[in-house]
C-alpha cells in the first residue's frame, strides 16, 4: 500500500515532469481551485487559475526550461488529510538560473493529494 507521503512525492514528481514538458494545463488536476502560491521573489497568486495563467506565461519565453522542485520532507497532520512538503527549487533558464527553498501545503481532496498553497524563498 502506498503511504500518502510516498503518493505526495509521485505527485511532485509528475507535476516537475508535467512543467519540465511546458504542459500547463495538463498541472491543473494537482491543484486546489482556491491554491494560493507566493512565488520566490514575494509575488502572490491566488487561484488555481493564476498559477496555471502564470505557468503558461513562463513557458512562452523562450529562454525558460524548467522548475525542478526536490522534496525533502513530507509531514502529515495527526488526521492524514493535510501535510506539509519542503524540500529545495531551482529554476533554470537558457542564460540563467535561482534556487532556494520551498514549503507545500498538500490536502486530500476526492481520493488525490492536491496543492494548497506553496510558498517560495529565492536564496540564490
Known amino acids: 500500500m ?3 507521503q510516498d503518493a ?3 505527485r511532485r514528481k509528475l507535476t516537475n515532469k508535467l ?21 520566490g521573489e514575494g509575488g502572490l497568486l491566488i487561484g488555481a ?6 505557468f ?10 524548467t522548475y525542478l522542485r526536490t522534496t525533502g520532507d513530507v509531514t502529515l497532520d495527526v488526521e492524514g488529510v493535510r501535510a506539509a512538503e519542503t524540500g529545495v527549487w531551482a529554476a533554470t533558464w537558457k542564460d540563467a538560473a535561482s534556487s532556494g ?6 490536502k486530500k481532496s476526492v481520493g488525490q493529494w ?11
Open 8 to 10: 505526495i512525492r509521485a
Open 101 to 106: 527553498t520551498y514549503l507545500a501545503v498538500w
Open 19 to 39: 512543467i519540465a514538458a511546458h504542459d500547463a494545463g495538463r498541472l491543473r488536476p494537482f491543484l486546489a481551485p482556491d491554491m494560493k502560491l507566493i512565488s
Open 114 to 124: 492536491v496543492l494548497e498553497s506553496e510558498t517560495y524563498v529565492t536564496l540564490a
Open 2 to 4: 502506498t503511504t500518502p
Open 49 to 54: 487559475e493564476a498559477v496555471l495563467a502564470a
Open 56 to 65: 503558461a506565461s513562463q513557458f512562452k519565453d523562450p529562454s525558460f526550461v
